[in-house]
């Protein structure tokens, strides 16, 4: 697999749910960090964890991250249409570069 | 709450032409990254910039590829000869190192779309 799977690909949801992306890599990192792009758009920093860090939040996002398993995950609660988007993960592999996921497609219907 | 800005929004170019594509990265951050996303694909990295030098650079930033800090405030990235795979959004990205070494917070522009025709 390549550094930074998002899984899944697409979700789709309606308005109130919880959605979850999760995502793995493969080499120790020191942050992970997660970024939403509404289409065709820029990239917008939702949160970044450290390494040695195991749950952050905010407002509607909860992300946690277990440095053994190499995987994280984005919660966002009570799901909104505004929401929609794609979400990526991105991991520094010990240098200052980022290396980005294939991303989470998410469709929340109203 | 500042922001990297990135001119122009879209760009369309004839295949062979040079391109500067510009940014303004957040006026405190020391680090500068240029990355690109093909569409439909992943954000790929492209290279780093740091006190004047390129710290880091991927296979894809070849020698078409070249980045400058003119100036105090902007950061721009020329590709000497357009090929057509070069068509992508181009995003800058900017952050300063924390006092412990490690990096903060990316901050990315919104993107120029090069469409190389």
């Known amino acids: 697999s390549q550094q930074g799977e998002e899984d899944p690909q697409a979700l789709s949801i309606q308005e109130g749910e919880n959605a979850t992306m999760n995502c793995s890599y493969k080499?120790?990192?020191?942050?992970l960090q997660w970024y939403r792009q509404n289409s065709g758009r820029g990239l917008v920093h939702l949160i970044l964890?450290?390494?040695?860090?195991r749950e952050k939040h905010s407002g509607r996002l909860r992300v946690t991250l277990d440095t053994s398993k190499k995987s994280s995950s984005l919660l966002i609660t009570a799901s909104r249409a505004a929401d929609t988007a794609s979400y990526f993960c991105?991991?520094?592999?010990?240098?200052?570069?980022?290396?980005f996921g294939t991303g989470t497609r998410l469709q929340v219907f109203p | 709450e500042p922001e990297v800005t990135q001119t122009p929004s879209h760009q369309v170019t004839q295949m062979g032409q040079e391109v500067i594509l510009r940014c303004v990265p957040i006026?405190?951050?020391?680090?500068f990254y240029w990355y690109r996303q093909i569409l439909g694909q992943k954000v790929e990295f492209l290279v780093s910039?740091?006190?004047?030098?390129?710290?880091?650079k991927s296979e894809i930033f070849d020698d078409q590829f070249s980045v400058e800090r003119p100036d105090g405030s902007n950061f721009t990235l020329k590709i000497r000869s357009t090929k057509l795979e070069d068509s992508a959004m181009y995003f800058c990205?900017?952050?300063?190192?924390?006092?412990?070494?490690?990096?903060?917070?990316?901050?990315f522009g919104p993107g120029t779309r090069l469409l190389v025709l």
């Open positions: 990205a900017s952050t300063f190192m924390g006092l412990a070494g490690f990096q903060e917070t990316q901050y």
């Open positions: 080499t120790s990192i020191n942050n």
């Open positions: 964890i450290r390494s040695n860090e």
């Open positions: 991105a991991t520094d592999l010990n240098t200052d570069k980022l290396i």
């Open positions: 006026s405190n951050h020391l680090y």
């Open positions: 910039f740091y006190n004047n030098e390129i710290s880091e």
